[in-house]
């Protein structure tokens, strides 16, 4: 609501009752206040939640090759860590990801849309159609080539090397690479997020898929089930998807405290029986928003 003051010229200089400079400056202090407040209420409720859903982030600039084949064989693996990608779930929407966008692994599972960009060069793009993909690969530099002639993946040039059913959604085959706009968008998936482990005594890798929303993990804690094992155990990022704990947690159950990069954090209790084995994969029935 606008509050509506005497305009001073509506008054003689010798009886006018406001002081217009004190009078700015109060309301300057009122507006202040006010922003302060607000972002206050936010900032709690933000904390009260656990932090916010991802929302899509602008629209940016990048180039986009393909690779795998026409059924995305060949993209099966990857530096992600997800091996078989159609039984995790991911299929052929898939992508890898330069230096600058994989950040170490960091990037895994994040989601991405992606539209041919017709205004900088329209000679190969498919018109009104966009393609969601899914981190699952990283694509590494070439050295040998220049950034624009090969070298695609060289830093600091965001790129996305997709699986080929994926590009093909935007692309023309023939043209090879194509210049792209691309946003990060939360992801949706079936199900709960998922929990692999792989390693050996002393050494528990575990393995995220089928993570939702920001799709990429920012920490990872674990807690066993025996006598004195009530706190919580940081875990560290290994490589790809994959965290890992140097404590024995053999013949425990075991539960999970993980915080993906859009702050949200969930505590997977007990998703891992005390009879588990290295190899086995475990599901749970929660996901993030």
């Not at 210049?179 to 997020?193: A, E, N």
Request: proline share 6%; net charge positive.
């Amino acid at each position: 609501m606008c509050l509506k003051f005497p305009h001073r010229d509506l008054y003689p200089i010798s009886i006018t009752p406001f002081n217009w400079s004190l009078v700015t400056k109060l309301i300057a202090m009122a507006g202040a206040y006010y922003s302060y407040v607000l972002a206050l209420v936010c900032a709690l409720l933000s904390m009260a939640t656990g932090g916010g859903a991802l929302e899509p982030s602008g629209w940016l600039r990048a180039h986009a090759t393909f690779y795998g084949g026409s059924d995305a064989g060949g993209t099966m693996g990857g530096a992600c860590g997800y091996g078989n990608l159609y039984a995790q779930g991911y299929g052929t929407r898939t992508t890898a990801l330069s230096t600058v966008l994989f950040d170490r692994g960091l990037s895994c599972g994040q989601c991405y849309k992606l539209v041919c960009d017709r205004k900088t060069d329209p000679s190969w793009c498919k018109p009104g159609v966009s393609v969601t993909v899914t981190a699952t690969n990283f694509c590494p530099p070439n050295w040998d080539l220049p950034s624009d002639k090969g070298g695609w993946c060289n830093p600091p040039r965001p790129h996305f090397d997709m699986a080929q059913p994926a590009w093909e959604k935007i692309g023309v085959y023939r043209g090879g690479i194509i210049p792209v706009i691309y946003q990060r968008v939360p992801c949706v998936k079936k199900g709960g997020v998922r929990f692999t482990i792989a390693g050996h005594d002393y050494f528990e890798l575990v393995l995220l898929t089928n993570v939702a929303a920001a799709g990429s993990v920012k920490a990872m804690d674990v807690k066993g089930s025996k006598a004195g094992s009530n706190d919580w155990m940081p875990m560290a990022h290994n490589w790809g998807a994959n965290w890992h704990s140097l404590k024995y947690l053999n013949g425990q159950g075991l539960s999970f405290r993980v915080t993906i990069t859009d702050g949200q954090t969930i505590v997977f209790a007990d998703v891992v029986p005390p009879s588990w084995k290295f190899g086995q994969t475990f599901a749970s029935n929660l996901q993030f928003k």
